[in-house]
């Protein structure tokens, strides 16, 4: 199945290998190799050394750290065309937080080597990387903030709005199930359902399997303002 991916396509969609020069890019593509991942496997682990960058061919990754207490809340989704890893290989320093798929996925792994010897050859990298970073703080303040000031139902409703945001919908079927998005959010799953269930008896949302459609945009945006 891994055959069924384009590398060179899978890396022109992604800004930090797309300001790269036509030969630097053939180079990097050559080199460049794709794996398969299941439901629930590794890419690799918190502490690891960074042997390679990766690039999200198709599927959905989690990236998250493991508690003294063995929480493993999930910081952030990986979903195709974003860039993984090369903050470790830059740095060449241990791996921050682990990468597990979500889902079935595949990836475009390149080697450390080759992206390091690719940055250094390419100054339009650097700037690009630039405004990746600037992004990543940006979601990471974000997260912080609403986990500093938000209940859980307000978390809640805060990805319920973003999901359809980016969906150009009123309603959209969620991509992860009850205790993966319980994860997200830093609750059960249990906890989780109950305030879906609350959510829709407060007639702000209507939930039918996996597909969630705001009724009411400003209630619901009120509730992901609360504390409460």
């Known amino acids: 199945m891994s055959g069924t991916v384009d590398v060179a396509s899978v890396l022109a969609a992604a800004p930090l290998f797309a300001a790269m020069s036509p030969r630097t890019f053939d180079r990097v593509a050559a080199a460049s190799r794709v794996h398969r991942h299941e439901r629930g496997s590794i890419v690799f682990l918190e502490a690891d050394r960074p042997t390679s960058v990766h690039v999200v061919a198709s599927g959905l990754l989690r990236v998250f750290v493991t508690s003294f207490d063995g929480n493993e809340p999930t910081l952030a989704l990986l979903t195709e065309g974003t860039v993984v890893g090369e903050l470790g290989v830059l740095a060449d320093v241990p791996r ?133």
Do not use: W
């Open 96 to 228: 921050s937080a682990s990468v597990a798929a979500l889902r079935t996925s595949q990836l475009v792994e390149i080697p450390a080597a080759v992206f390091l010897a690719a940055y250094d050859d390419e100054p339009a990298m650097a700037r690009c990387l630039v405004g990746l970073l600037s992004d990543r703080l940006r979601a990471t303040n974000d997260g912080l903030a609403d986990l500093t000031y938000l209940d859980l139902g307000g978390r809640l409703a805060k990805y319920l709005l973003r999901e359809c945001e980016h969906a150009g919908s009123s309603s959209v079927t969620l991509s992860l199930n009850q205790s993966e998005l319980g994860q997200m959010i830093g609750g059960a799953r249990q906890t989780v359902n109950q305030l879906l269930r609350s959510l829709e008896r407060a007639n702000l949302i209507a939930i039918e399997v996996r597909t969630v459609r705001i009724l009411d945009r400003d209630g619901l945006q009120l509730r992901a303002l609360s504390s409460t």
